[in-house]
Structures are given as structure tokens and as C-alpha cells.
């Protein structure tokens, strides 16, 4: 008798989503898919709608177009914790951590864990300094202290306990809200180390970025936005690391611009200087990972495979 092989669904899925906000039309027609142990990259520039994307699939709005669905269900999220529930959780830029507070304070906040009852009820510190210790370990984050103020963690770090605490908390889909905006190249590094760690342990990756070269080194698939709409949806066999820094770049825009400049009879020279600039900034940007550390981070890859 043949066996029939059943497909897993993909944990999170959109199928041509779509978000008005009256008349304004902030997301059109974007599908996305992101299974288990696989990471999800989003592009795009400020305003392209990646903050949108990541509100509905967060549960903080809901798509008025199009489908949203989780494990092969349809859903409708009315907040956040109905997405935390369905193990989507997200870990923004700004962390919304509290720096004077220990490591693993943080690392529980908001569902501490307790001991005893009624009046004796109490924290049960002994298990959160063990367990916040061990999960950063598991995640490869060697801390000294676990009781030093979260604020003392370098921007990498923060993310890194972020990222961790998700996992620990049952997460199977990790949103990453521009992780690495802020970072400088070491930083941002680590983050996309951990990234990979997070991916190898089953879950789900959708990893918000504006920088091609954060985003190729780890990235599974690839979906490129502009002005809420989708200019490309690409597996990583389909497109190499410069076409989508092309893409990113705008790269028909800047011919045009180019063609323009030469028509108003600007000089070949000035032409040049200004087309290495647009080209220096779309490729590199800001806190580029440098090529020893993105061979590094393809390693991670490798090993699993």
C-alpha cells in the first residue's frame, strides 16, 4: 500500500492581503508564506509597508483584503494576545525593556513565575535566574551575570534576550522588527547569528529589514516591497544578492535618473560621483555585514543541511 505524504502548512501564510485605512491605501495584494524552520525576509524602504505587514500578522490590525492564515486556518486576530496565544510573537526595534531592571527580570516580565500561595505567595527567583541563564545559553548568549541591569547589554545583546525569551515562551513564529537598524557591522553580526540559531530550532523567522546584506546571508525567501506593494517574491535559489540589492536600489529608478542628468547636460564626471553615491548607499547602508562575517553566518547554514 502507498504511503500519502501530507504537506505541512506553512505556519504563517497571507494570501494576497490587503489593509485600507479609509481611503488610503496602505497594503495591496502581498502573499507571504513562512514554515517551520525557515526565515522569511521582508525589504523594503521607510513607507513601503513593512510596519503594516507586521501589525496584521502581529494581530494588531486585521487585512480588510485578501487571507490570513495560520497552520492552514483562516484567522482574525482582535489583538496581539490572540496572536501570542496562536505562538506569532514579535519582538519590535525599541524592545520596550526596563534598563534598570536584571537580565532575567526582563526576561519574565509580565509572567513571572511564583512560589507558595496565599500570603506566602512570592517570586521564585531561584528558578528565573537558572532558567533565563540556561535559555541565553541555549541560545548561545554567554552572559557573566544574569543579575547585571539589562540597560549594561550592548543593542546586539537586548535583541538576542529578546529573541530568547520568545523561544522560551513557546514561540513558533518570530517577527523581528528591523533587529539591526540601530547596530553598528559586530552587532548586527550577532544578531543574525542568532537568527539562524532560532531557525535551526524549528521556528519560523519573518525578518522586517531595509538591508539586503543583513537579510541574503540568512534569508530562505525573500519578498521586496514598495509603496505597499509587492515588487518581488523570490526563493533564494531565484535571485543572487546583487539582483536583490538592484531591486532594493531601485535600479530602473536610477538609470532614469541618470538618463535625466545626462539630458540636462550635467557633467559625466558629476553623473558618476552621483550614481556611485545613490548605488553606495542602496547596497551598503547602514551597519553592512562585512563578507568574513556573512561566510561565517552562510557556515551556520550549512551545518544544518
Given amino acids: 500500500m502507498n ?8 505556519l504563517v501564510e497571507l494570501r494576497k492581503a490587503g489593509k485600507r485605512y479609509g481611503n488610503v491605501i496602505a497594503l495591496r495584494d502581498v502573499s507571504l508564506q513562512v514554515s517551520a524552520g525557515e526565515v522569511m ?4 524602504d521607510n513607507g513601503a509597508g513593512k510596519s503594516t505587514l507586521i501589525k496584521i500578522i502581529a494581530g494588531l490590525h486585521q487585512n480588510t483584503e485578501g487571507e490570513y492564515l495560520v497552520e492552514g486556518e483562516e484567522v482574525r486576530f482582535g489583538s496581539p494576545r490572540e496572536a501570542l496565544n496562536r505562538g506569532i510573537a514579535t519582538v519590535y526595534q525599541d524592545l520596550a525593556v526596563a534598563p534598570l531592571m536584571p537580565v532575567w527580570r526582563n526576561f519574565f516580565l509580565g509572567s513571572e513565575k511564583t512560589k507558595g500561595w496565599g500570603p506566602f505567595k512570592r517570586l521564585d527567583v531561584d528558578f528565573m535566574r537558572k532558567t533565563a ?3 541565553l545559553l541555549d541560545m548561545g548568549i554567554d552572559l557573566r551575570d544574569v543579575d547585571q541591569p539589562i540597560g549594561t547589554l550592548s543593542g546586539g545583546e537586548r535583541q538576542c534576550v529578546a529573541i530568547a525569551r520568545a523561544v522560551y515562551f513557546g514561540a513558533k513564529v518570530l517577527i523581528l522588527d528591523e533587529p539591526t537598524a540601530a547596530l553598528g557591522v559586530k552587532q548586527s553580526g550577532v544578531v543574525l547569528r542568532y537568527i539562524v540559531q532560532a531557525r535551526d530550532r ?4 519573518i525578518f522586517i529589514t531595509h538591508n539586503p546584506h543583513h537579510a541574503y546571508p540568512v534569508g530562505d525567501r525573500f519578498l521586496l516591497l514598495k509603496r505597499g506593494q509587492s515588487i518581488g517574491y523570490y526563493e533564494k535559489s531565484e535571485i543572487t544578492l546583487e539582483e536583490l540589492t538592484g531591486l532594493m536600489a531601485g535600479g530602473a529608478e536610477l538609470e532614469q535618473l541618470v538618463h535625466e542628468l545626462r539630458e540636462a547636460g550635467t557633467s559625466t564626471d558629476t553623473v558618476r560621483v552621483i550614481r556611485d553615491e545613490i548605488e553606495g548607499d542602496g547596497a551598503a547602508g547602514v ?12 557556515g551556520l547554514s550549512e551545518d544544518r543541511e
Fill in 202 to 205: 524549528g521556528l519560523g523567522v
Fill in 287 to 298: 551597519g553592512r555585514v562585512t563578507v568574513t562575517e556573512a561566510v561565517d553566518i552562510r
Fill in 41 to 44: 525576509c521582508v525589504l523594503g
Fill in 3 to 10: 504511503a500519502t505524504v501530507v504537506a505541512e502548512k506553512p
Fill in 133 to 135: 541563564k540556561q535559555e
